[in-house]
């Protein structure tokens, strides 16, 4: 699969073992929260591109914590890490700063990955309220308001993913 831009690949995988595990454990990309290892709570939210046969890629945001490993084969991924550049918020990460939608920020990476897939017309994005798309984040601290009226700001954008 691609990371970034970076072929990543894997030999002798447990068929069971999980995109959140691999991040945070192999990869030490510790952006990516677990908390239910359910898929309910959206703390591991990342985003997934698969190939279409016009080299088109669609992403959609997925739970890290309940995607198999093989499940990645021959796609692209982004985490948290993937937004912005080294000194610089990526526009959903400052929209968040910017309106106080994180308090103790553990759900923060969700969201952001959430807003980001929102932001690019992910699947299932298109046409739909915020709320919708934000159906699947979970916050306990800091209220949903200020994190919709963040999301209201996130200017719209396009990947480049050709």
């Known amino acids: 699969f691609l990371l970034d831009d970076a072929v990543v690949e894997l030999r002798d995988v447990d068929p069971t073992g999980t995109l959140l595990d691999l991040l945070r454990y192999r990869l030490r990309r510790i952006g990516t929260k677990e908390g239910c290892a359910e898929g309910d709570c959206g703390a591991c939210t990342v985003l997934v591109g698969t190939l279409d046969d016009q080299d088109q890629v669609h992403w959609r945001a997925v739970n890290a914590c309940i995607l198999f490993l093989p499940m990645l084969d021959g796609k692209a991924l982004l985490t948290v890490e993937s937004l912005g ?78």
Do not use: W
């Open 85 to 162: 550049k080294p000194g610089a918020l990526h526009p959903a990460q400052r929209a968040m700063v910017d309106h106080h939608g994180s308090q103790c920020g553990f759900c923060t990476p969700g969201f952001v990955m959430s807003l980001y897939g929102r932001s690019i017309g992910a699947c299932g994005t298109k046409g739909k309220s915020v709320g919708d798309v934000l159906a699947g984040n979970l916050c306990r601290c800091t209220g949903y308001g200020s994190i919709l009226a963040a999301a209201e700001a996130i200017p719209a954008g396009e990947r480049d993913d050709h």
